[in-house]
């Protein structure tokens, strides 16, 4: 079943602007990690953030957790055209085998 | 750069046909992954391993098979491609312990049967 999902599924927005995107989950996790896909490519890894952990600072990068809610943020501050993509977030559920399951993605539009 | 590799890129092959997606990485990780996405769809795990000869199916039912006799490499087998086999494949890798800090993703093959 779908671990993940992402809200909203696309977002547009203008260069210079913060592009914030949400996402949920339904068990308890280890961690939860942000990656971006480039249309047709394969994904890239942004950020981890343990379940003991609440924010999270990498860049122009913010995450943040709230296991009580199972639920976290990913905050692109001064976006760019370049990071235009599809942002999913992954959890490992609590099996502890490292087995990620995927949300269902943000698409992000930045324009110039 | 990413230091995972697969090849080919894209693949159209004909119904029936026997194919192999291959995927190498040159870290060193023991554990890798196949993933299939549709465009714009999420990933569904198909396959994994933890190590050499440790193979095990994924939560989305494949008709794939996977081999792991040597760490760095991990492809993946359609014994009789079908139409419905089309979609991306993407092959990941991640350390252990220490060294566990996500994955890493090859490019991706993109799979259309005809």
């Given amino acids: 079943s779908q671990q993940g999902e992402e809200d909203p599924q696309a977002l547009s927005i203008q260069e210079g602007e913060n592009a914030t995107m949400n996402c949920s989950y339904k068990t308890s996790i280890n961690n939860l990690q942000w990656y971006r896909q480039n249309s047709g490519r394969g994904l890239v890894h942004l950020i981890l953030i343990r379940s003991n952990e609440r924010e999270k600072h990498s860049g122009r990068l913010r995450v943040t957790l709230d296991t009580s809610k199972k639920s976290s943020s990913l905050l692109i501050t001064a976006s760019r055209a370049a990071d235009t993509a599809s942002y999913f977030c992954a959890t490992d559920g609590d099996t502890g085998f490292q087995k990620l399951v995927f949300g269902t993605g943000t698409r992000l539009l930045v324009s110039p | ?114």
Avoid at chain 2, 2 to 11: E, K, S, V
Avoid at chain 2, 64 to 92: D, G, K, M, N, W
């Fill in chain 2, 1 to 114: 750069e990413a230091d995972i590799y697969q090849t080919p890129r894209y693949l159209v092959i004909g119904t029936g046909k026997k194919i192999t997606l291959e995927c190498s990485q040159t870290m060193g990780h023991d554990k890798m992954y196949w993933y299939q996405q549709d465009p714009g769809m999420e990933l569904h795990l198909i396959h994994y391993s933890y190590g050499v000869n440790s193979t095990e199916k994924g939560d989305l039912s494949s008709e794939s098979t996977v081999s792991r006799i040597r760490t760095e490499h991990f492809p993946l087998t359609l014994e009789s491609a079908r139409p419905s086999h089309t979609s991306q494949y993407l092959c990941a890798s991640a350390g252990q312990g220490r060294r566990y800090g996500g994955y890493t993703f090859g490019s991706g093959t993109r799979l259309t049967v005809v």
